[in-house]
């Protein structure tokens, strides 16, 4: 059994110098839990590092050329030059631990097949979840259930933003100024509030559960920027639910539906009371039923945890010289999921129409609405038509369940109708 495992850091920012902590003030547990010691010999960053005894560099090939280092730990982030480097790595027999949700979500098939065919393996428990141990769960843990659905809240800057929205009635604006000043959104927040690092996260959590490559292009996403307050506060005072950002992967007869989208959720589903930074995912397993998980999604040591969880199971396998022998993550390139055929994922939805204050107005909507196979189980008007004058009045429906194909063309039939002062807005409600 190796005495040192010799680790390579790349990327020495929030989470990197978080893992190095870990690693430094935790060391004897750690190594009583893998036989052995773990030494960070070498640290990649652009940025000055002021450490002694490692080697640092800002070039990444020279950490892969060390033919002494065991475990590439890639924090670095983006799809490049991290995708380079995981590979690279492989190639250079080193095994990886990475946190990156994108590389895995958009390369995912490349990325495990090059790790088959070198014998190595990569752990990515910080790609999902932050501190959550939901890959380990989803691998190991409901290894012997076919998971029927996944549902979660999976950014914990979305789910800031929102919670400020919610209980603080605060706007999309400043809710997000607040979350960048917390240090939980970024100067430039698109990755979050569009809703593309829910897809990333969403993707990884699909592939592995389903032993494929579910891509970026098969998840319908939307973000959050056109969330206002006036739906926030009405939706919570009026009908009892909360907004939240989910990312969803669900069978139906064997087709997949995946999306990324804000869904009203209930004031009794446990999601509702997940608040700020927090993640939550659920799954939905043949044999177990609902299990779900829930914890810091965000910040520097609820990653760095997950990314030293992974070190310390990865150096166990390379201390007793397993690592690779048999692959992690299960992929098969021949296993194809079918997609649910766009438009039939079914659904209820709040929809809220501006319109004009003129009479048959309400015929005019649930007209539309009819000829286009929506069902209506409630109408509600905010206020008595007249009381808003040239800005217009809303008029809010709840829907049974329907084909998101039909909710679609009613929408933008009803849009058309020269009595609507606004683009409508469509909330899917969460089952």
């Not at 590439?72 to 030059?81: A, D």
Request: contains cysteine.
């Amino acid at each position: 059994m190796a005495k040192v495992i010799k680790i390579g850091l790349i990327g020495y920012g929030t989470v990197g110098s978080g893992v190095d902590k870990i690693l430094t003030e935790n060391a004897k547990q750690i190594e009583q839990r893998i036989g052995a010691e773990i030494e960070i010999v070498a640290i990649c960053d652009l940025k000055p590092i002021e450490k002694k005894d490692v080697f640092i560099t800002k070039n990444y090939k020279e950490i892969l050329d060390n033919p002494e280092i065991d475990i590439i730990v890639e924090l670095i982030g983006g799809y490049e030059p991290a995708r380079t480097i995981i590979l690279e790595a492989f190639k250079k027999g080193k095994n990886v631990v990475s946190a990156n949700k994108a590389v895995l979500a958009k390369y995912w098939g490349e990325v495990l097949t090059h790790a088959r065919i070198q014998k190595k393996l990569i752990y990515f428990e910080a790609s999902v979840g932050g501190g959550i141990p939901v890959i380990q769960a989803l691998n190991e843990g409901l290894a012997a259930n076919k998971i029927n659905k996944i549902s979660g809240i999976l950014n914990g800057t979305t789910n800031y933003i929102l919670s400020e929205m919610t209980k603080n009635n605060l706007s999309f604006v400043q809710a997000l100024k607040n979350a960048q000043k917390a240090g939980f959104a970024e100067a430039d927040p698109s990755f979050d509030v569009k809703g593309i690092d829910t897809a990333h996260k969403l993707a990884v959590l699909a592939s592995l559960a389903w032993a494929s490559w579910i891509k970026l292009e098969h998840i319908k996403t939307t973000g959050i920027e056109e969330i206002s307050q006036e739906d926030v506060s009405f939706l919570k005072n009026e009908f009892g639910y909360v907004i939240k950002l989910l990312g969803t992967a669900q069978m139906h007869n064997g087709k997949a539906s995946l999306s990324v989208e804000p869904r009203l959720v209930p004031k009794s589903h446990p999601f509702a009371n997940v608040e700020k930074e927090y993640n939550a995912i659920l799954f939905k397993g043949d044999a177990v039923g609902d299990v779900m998980f829930y914890g810091k999604g965000a910040g520097q040591m609820a990653a760095a945890s997950a990314v030293v969880s992974d070190i310390i199971f990865l150096s166990r396998e390379v201390a007793n010289e397993t690592a690779g022998k048999i692959p992690y993550a299960t992929y098969n390139s021949k296993n194809k999921i079918k997609l649910l055929p766009k438009g039939d994922d079914a659904g209820s939805y709040y929809l809220r129409f501006t319109c004009v204050d003129k009479t048959g107005v309400l015929s005019s909507i649930s007209g539309a609405l009819g000829k286009c196979g929506v069902s209506i189980a409630e109408v509600y008007q905010k206020e008595p038509l007249g009381s808003r004058g040239k800005k217009g009045v809303s008029v809010i429906i709840i829907t049974h369940k329907t084909k998101e194909g039909s909710i679609e063309k009613a929408v933008k039939k009803i849009d058309s109708l020269g009595v609507i002062k606004a683009k409508t807005v469509k909330l899917r409600i969460e089952e």
